[in-house]
T-cell receptor, first 115, second 111 residues
Framework: GAVVSQHPSRVICKSGTSVKIECRSL??????MFWYRQFPKQSLMLMAT?????????EQGVEKDKFLINHASLTLSTLTVTSAHPEDSSFYIC???????????FGPGTRLTVL | SQQGEEDPQALSIQEGENATMNCSYK?????LQWYRQNSGRGLVHLIL?????REKHSGRLRVTLDTSKKSSSLLITASRAADTASYFC???????????FGKGTRLSVIA
């Protein structure tokens, strides 16, 4: 199956710093990428949908100025958590979808811990 | 927002037994997908079943879909300890919309 990578897999940062998470589709062109966050023992909550070359669509309650999403190419989307705070600590997962498939392929996730 | 519920929330069985997990959803769908997640890891796609399909098999997995009841079930036969994970159903409403996940079932298979 298709492969999606995320980098870094784990990051610990101080409160107030910004953190960038990369999501790459390794063997297919991802016309659409999705960003989710997951708190411990809970399900995935969609944060935003990004289509290559256009602005991301954010879900209600997700601050677009805090969670900056860029989908500049068909294989790369980035999520930047700006001025991170402890409550932003979570597991962030991206998924990618090509133009001719119903299946979303998920990255392995990034564990963010804000001290 | 979450589309629906998985049932049960947690399931503990002995190795070799079958495990059945159910998923209900609220709106009409294009397809329904089942994923597995090991603790602290990403999601692994298991099966996609389209709205015009009723049953699908993949190895030890069997998925059914009843659109009249807006429900799906995932059956894992002859379970193994390695099947221990959380299982999520997710629905896609139309072509390029994001998946909406259920709350998941935590399956523990005891050797």
């Amino acid at each position: 199956g298709a492969v999606v990578s995320q980098h870094p897999s784990r990051v610990i940062c101080k409160s107030g710093t910004s953190v960038k998470i990369e999501c790459r589709s390794l063997d297919f062109q991802a016309t659409t990428m999705f960003w989710y966050r997951q708190f411990p023992k809970q399900s995935l909550m969609l944060m935003a949908t990004s289509n290559e070359g256009s602005k991301a669509t954010y879900e209600q309650g997700v601050e677009k100025d805090k969670f900056l999403i860029n989908h500049a190419s068909l294989t790369l989307s980035t999520l930047t958590v700006t001025s991170a705070h402890p409550e932003d600590s979570s597991f962030y997962i991206c998924s990618a979808k090509g133009p001719y498939t119903d299946t979303q392929y998920f990255g392995p996730g990034t564990r963010l811990t804000v001290l | 927002s979450q589309q629906g519920e998985e049932d049960p929330q947690a399931l503990s069985i002995q190795e070799g037994e079958n495990a059945t997990m159910n998923c209900s959803y609220k709106t009409s769908i294009n397809n329904l997908q089942w994923y597995r997640q090991n603790s602290g890891r990403g999601l692994v796609h298991l099966i996609l079943i389209r709205s015009n399909e009723r049953e699908k098999h993949s190895g030890r997995l069997r998925v059914t879909l009843d659109t009249s009841k807006k429900s799906s079930s995932l059956l894992i036969t002859a379970s193994r300890a390695a099947d221990t994970a959380s299982y999520f159903c997710a629905t896609e409403n139309s072509g390029n919309t994001p998946l909406v996940f259920g709350k998941g079932t935590r399956l523990s298979v005891i050797a």
